[in-house]
């Protein structure tokens, strides 16, 4: 991969974040540069998923801040996120089962006339994100059955497809992944990682979570281990080093 | 080629005529103009049966009879697809009437009374929706059960122990109860509300966000959809809705009673689940709600016709309920093997 520039186009500093008595993140800090894909990983509860919502507004985080391009951002809620160029795929698939694929993409920021009216009183403008989103998925090479049916028909890689290839629309700056192989088998993962190498390609920052080391060998320029809240590693993954890493996020001695 | 064996599978599950992936969107389509289908075949059937059916003159009742309850089961029908329920409605009427008559005692405008009608039937609602989010309530079962308690108590109280209070501004009874050139003057209101109805929730940016926040409301959440104001804002229209069925009733009747309304929010949610919306939430087009509420009306007119006893009727309706809702499960069982289907495809 090329050399990582100098300036993060995200940073996260001195991250706190507690859910009641459990203390899910303590005190981390990670950085994600332009053109690179960053692997966050740990085991189940580490504080994965919990970091990223943070970064997309999802939970305010106690203490720490959010730098994007040099700047302190206060993210409060995931549109905050996506206005400042950060776009996330969860974990848990966030797209809308009863509509079509072009509906799902614009959900949120539809568009739409008169200008002059808020947001939510516009007429929608069909068939210009209709011939949008269908051109996206011609680029990205994504195969599905019908445009024009609803996701509910889909399979879980066209389904995973459709939120990567909607992310990859509107990132600016930083798209997050969390966990987007999960449920997939081998050749719809396929489509999703060569989707991911896009993204890449596209002068994004990615990070994406994944529990899947062949994945992140492949891929990942970066990896950042957490385990129990806290960063314990960060180095650049390879052959060499996989059972260093797997011992980080386990937490065994090598 | 790769796909063979794993069709085989599916067969070998004994899915039966499902397993072949052709039959699925063919099963789906079915089940998607299902209710019309239905509603066709009834007339047909009625009109063999009794031959004043098809009448001018009964069809016009038929209208006049299916008015009130399209009118409210469209409001109904956008607070199922965000997958509520509004129990409230026919209270919600009742109220709206006698809140009507009383402002008619007092003052003989016809449009006064109509915009107390309105606004009793949407403060209702705001409520309704107001206490359902911002009072954190699992869900809206609760709210708008009490909400129709509290309503027919006060229309009872308000009425001062009158069953009925007699009298409407001429208006109101022109629009509930009068016709035009033979059409009652109530089957235009509901095309106007139907058609209001139809342009909010297909061509706006917030009835996208209806279906969206029915579809995944964590997902809505996550996109910066006001989900919040989403929902409440459906309740303001199903009281909206119970409003404007409140002036079509008093219309009709020349009158405000505490005890409209009856069983009203029964009727509504019936049309909307056996016109196939579903309660899964952000899928059904506003024209099911109208399918379910005249299929609702043609029933019980041929019934009537046929003389069949009323207790008969009741039963035929909690039938065809059953079928709507297993007509419901059938289409999500379908759904999940065309995904299984689709993954199967994947080259
Ligand atoms: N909304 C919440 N409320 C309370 N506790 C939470 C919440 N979200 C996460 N936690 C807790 O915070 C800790 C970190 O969870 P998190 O979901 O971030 O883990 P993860 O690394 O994403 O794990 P996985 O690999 O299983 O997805 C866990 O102990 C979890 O139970
Ligand atoms: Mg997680």
Redesign the pocket.
Known sequence: MTEAPAAPVLAVRHAQKH??A?H?LKDVSIEAYRGEVLALL?D???????LVKCISGIHPLDEGEIVLDGQVVAIRSPAAARRVGVETVY?DLALFDNLTPAQNFYCGREIAFPAWLPQGLRFLRGRAMDQEAAAVIERLKVKLPKFDAPVALMSGGQRQAIAVARATVFARKVVILD?PTAALGVRESRKVLDLIVQLRAEGNAVILIT?NMEHVIELADRAVV?RQGRKVGEMKPDRDNQRKLVALIVGAEV | MAEQPEMAVLRSRGDGLFARASVIPLALRLLSIGPVLILVLLAVLFSLLTPNFLKPGNLGNIAAQTAVIAIVAIGQHLVILTRGIDLSVGANLALATVIGGLVFRSFDSAILVMLAMLLSGSAVGAVNGLVYVFGRLPHPFIITLASLSICRGLALELAIGHTTMRGMPELITTIGGASTFGVPNSLFVVLIVTGLAVLMAKAMVWGRWIYAVGGNPQAALGMGIPVRAVLVSTYVISGLCAGIGAIMLAGRTAASSPLYGNLLELDTIAAVIIGGASFLGGRGHIGHALVGAVMIGVIRNALNLLNVDVFFQMIALGLIIVMAVEADVLRNHLEARARVVQASRTQ
């Open positions: 859910f009641g459990v899910a740990g189940n509860g580490a504080g994965k998923s919990t974990q966990e529990h957490l």
